[in-house]
């Protein structure tokens, strides 16, 4: 799972997707689990919109925005059927989450080393992020929320390297996870596409897009 990544600032975020200004509030360049961060989603006019929310999927069931379980991250093998999730997913709120790099743990040497992982490009990652609006019943209020997919990465030759093993598991079976890049090609599909359509884009980013280090 991913825990922390570094979002761009608004003008970095504007010139790579080319939206125009938005009048939005900021948000901190490191984000961590249910600070504010920025999105991006299709608007009514069809075209995307910059949100900020909390991240941390708060389901519109939820009685109030503290959850007692953690929804930064979403298992994509488990969007259609996991009760905080399968609402976003089967109503294809599907969004982009803007990151400069974003952070893993390494255990290879028996601690925890953090990596930083960037695009080899320079560009800004656009990860694959599912979104919710959840409304308070007494007052009103829309709290806007998005949490990050991930999918399995054992094999992969960086992602397949990060995370604490577990030694009860064969080296094949660990499910590593790793974050789910949406490449500019494939925008359209992702936000316009069918549940069904989207599943072949859930995979680790191309090993030659990665560049990666220890912090």
């Avoid at 800004?124 to 806007?144: K, M, P, Q, Y």
Wanted: hydrophobic share 40%; aromatic share 10%; glycine share 6%.
């Amino acid at each position: 799972m991913c825990t922390r990544y570094i979002a761009p600032d608004q003008a970095a975020l504007e010139r790579a997707w080319h939206i125009g200004r938005h009048n939005q509030p900021k948000w901190a360049e490191n984000v961590f689990p249910r600070a504010r961060g920025p999105f991006l989603r299709p608007n009514a006019a069809g075209t995307l919109e910059l949100v900020v929310g909390r991240w941390g999927l708060i389901p519109g069931w939820a009685k109030t925005p503290e959850l007692k379980f953690a929804t930064m991250n979403c298992r994509s093998e488990e969007a259609a059927r996991k009760p905080a999730f399968r609402d976003a997913w089967r109503q294809e709120q599907r969004c982009i989450i803007p990151a400069w790099s974003f952070d893993e743990p390494c255990w290879e040497t028996g601690r925890n080393v953090w990596w930083r992982f960037r695009r080899a490009d320079g560009c800004l990652w656009g990860l694959a992020g599912l979104w919710s609006s959840w409304i308070d019943r007494a007052t009103g209020e829309v709290l806007e929320s998005y949490t990050m997919l991930t999918c399995n990465a054992d094999g992969h030759p960086l992602m397949g390297r990060m995370h604490k093993p577990d030694p009860h598991l064969p080296s094949d079976r660990q499910d590593k996870r790793s974050v789910v890049a949406i490449e500019i090609d494939d925008l359209d599909r992702w936000f316009h596409g069918s549940c069904q359509d989207v599943l072949p884009l859930l995979c680790p980013p191309e090993p030659d897009r990665l560049v990666g280090e220890p912090l």
